[in-house]
């Protein structure tokens, strides 16, 4: 499975918060609760409350809720708020436009073309937890529903 290295992700991560705390934020929160592309741009103020996101996940994988990590929270409880009283989605972009940014933030990383799209994020937090955490953790993470859909994270690249 491709997935970023810790220090890639991190530079990411860097890149995109030079540019915009928005393209940050959406990066991270991907990473951090396992998102693909879709799920992050459909996210809502409704999916963040009191201290957790709740994420409606696609292709027949289960509902989620996940703690806020302390490096997302601030930003992600105040951007809910701000959208609330708008009634806009939390980052107001398409899925085209968030594997665009991306793209741009990761040839800005110096990180190789094949890894610059969204769902990286997701490989790459699956990657770097499961052997720690164990495969049935990360599949309730991501809400996978089948364990072999997480075993593909088991496989060496």
């Given at each position: 499975?491709?997935?970023?290295t810790?220090?890639?992700?991190?530079?990411?991560l860097?890149?995109a918060?030079?540019?915009?705390?928005?393209?940050?934020?959406?990066?991270?929160?991907?990473?951090n609760?396992?998102?693909?592309?879709?799920?992050?741009?459909?996210?809502?103020?409704?999916?963040?409350?009191?201290?957790?996101?709740?994420?409606?996940?696609?292709?027949?994988?289960?509902?989620t809720?996940h703690?806020?990590?302390?490096?997302?929270?601030?930003?992600?409880t105040?951007?809910a708020?701000?959208?609330a009283?708008?009634?806009?989605?939390?980052?107001?972009?398409?899925?085209?436009?968030f594997?665009?940014?991306?793209?741009?933030?990761?040839?800005?990383?110096?990180?190789?073309?094949?890894?610059?799209?969204?769902?990286?994020a997701?490989?790459?937090i699956?990657?770097h937890s499961?052997?720690?955490?164990?495969?049935e953790?990360?599949?309730?993470?991501?809400?996978?529903?089948?364990?072999?859909?997480?075993?593909?994270?088991?496989?060496?690249?």
């Amino acid at each position: 499975m491709k997935s970023l290295t810790k220090d890639q992700m991190n530079a990411l991560l860097q890149a995109a918060r030079a540019h915009s705390e928005r393209d940050w934020l959406m990066i991270l929160v991907a990473y951090n609760h396992g998102l693909r592309a879709s799920e992050v741009v459909r996210l809502t103020s409704a999916n963040v409350c009191d201290g957790f996101i709740t994420v409606k996940r696609l292709k027949g994988s289960r509902t989620t809720t996940h703690r806020l990590f302390d490096s997302e929270a601030s930003a992600l409880t105040r951007l809910a708020a701000e959208r609330a009283a708008k009634n806009e989605p939390l980052f107001n972009i398409c899925r085209q436009h968030f594997w665009y940014l991306v793209q741009k933030h990761g040839k800005t990383a110096g990180i190789p073309k094949h890894l610059c799209h969204p769902h990286i994020a997701k490989h790459s937090i699956a990657m770097h937890s499961i052997h720690q955490a164990g495969i049935e953790n990360v599949r309730t993470f991501l809400g996978h529903v089948s364990i072999a859909s997480t075993g593909c994270y088991l496989k060496v690249d």
